[in-house]
């Protein structure tokens, strides 16, 4: 019975994926299916001949760039919290270290919306004005600074939160499995406790490292609410982050879109879910790739 229900429920979650995908495609064919042209006729947001991969190649690139800065910005600091919780803070320390990181989980995104929105753009706009006038020879960093900042470094920001407690859950876990005997031999031969880090526990967690990563990403490629919320939209190729009304990403985009669409409209904006979807599955796929060649290193073997 356990064998049956096993497989059953393997088998359920690829039949949801595939109707998920069924219902994208089918929803989707008559955005793909029509003229050019006809578009920008039927939908006021297009541009008169754009086309369809045209509308949708910056928003590609504003999801892939958002979800980007977050990885760059909490992916270092989850490591480091994962780190002092299983090994540097004291058991009761970690204890309350552990709870603050999960509830951060269980707060919504519409929450964290407003955080971005009323809190942090008036605290990171003199960050944001210092970079743009001292680093503005930077391409990323020019100006002008938006007033208030709702660029995509402040919904970076706010993904990378969002995504940290993610991170550092998974990585916390990894790094507790570490086979005590390794980090003994290592404190043995005279290792410091941070090179039994390094030789031990590092190499052991890198797989676990790398799929914590991807669940992080996963998050901020599909975040809708706290974008749309804190950041001003444009469908542009631009990598200036300081500038606001020059990046979207696809999620927030069929949110603030969805209201005020009609028939080839809403099939527009399914098939831009559709894209996000093939994304996600390929970021997944690499995921599973790079965990499979990373196996050699796990405690086991």
Do not use: C
Not at 105 to 129: D, E, N
Not at 130 to 140: D, H, K, T, V
Not at 249 to 264: G, H
């Amino acid at each position: 019975m356990f064998s049956n229900a096993a497989r059953a429920a393997g088998v359920l979650i690829l039949v949801i994926l595939a109707a998920v995908a069924i219902f994208l495609v089918a929803e989707a064919w008559p955005a793909i299916d029509t003229p050019t042209e006809v578009l920008a006729d039927r939908i006021q947001w297009i541009e008169e001949g754009q086309s369809l991969l045209g509308y949708v190649g910056p928003l590609v690139f504003g999801t892939v760039l958002a979800a980007l800065i977050a990885l760059l910005i909490a992916t270092p600091v989850a490591i480091g919290v994962a780190l002092f919780i299983s090994h540097y803070a004291p058991r009761r320390l970690a204890q309350v270290f552990g709870y603050a990181i999960d509830l951060l989980a269980a707060i919504p995104s519409v929450v964290y919306g407003l955080w971005g929105a009323l809190w942090l753009m008036p605290k990171v706009y003199p960050v944001f004005v210092w970079l743009s006038e001292y680093l503005g020879f930077i391409p990323i960093f020019a100006g002008p600074v938006g007033t208030p900042p709702r660029t995509i470094l402040t919904a970076g920001i706010v993904l990378a939160v969002m995504i940290l407690p993610i991170i550092t859950a998974v990585s916390r876990e990894v790094f507790l499995q570490t086979p005590t005997l390794h980090q003994e031999a290592a404190l043995a031969l005279g290792a410091t406790r941070w090179e039994m880090v390094r030789l031990a526990v590092f190499p052991f967690a890198r797989s676990g490292i790398i799929s914590a990563t991807m669940l992080g990403l996963g998050r901020a490629l599909g975040e809708t609410m706290a974008v749309a919320m804190v950041l001003s939209p444009g469908l542009a190729y631009s990598f200036f982050i300081l500038q606001p009304g020059q990046q979207q990403n696809i999620a927030a985009n069929i949110a603030l879109k969805f209201p005020e669409s009609t028939s080839i409209g809403v099939n527009v904006l399914i098939f831009t879910g559709l894209v996000l979807f093939v994304i996600t599955l390929v970021v997944n796929m690499i995921a599973r790739w790079i965990v499979s060649r990373r196996a050699e290193f796990s405690g086991a073997n």
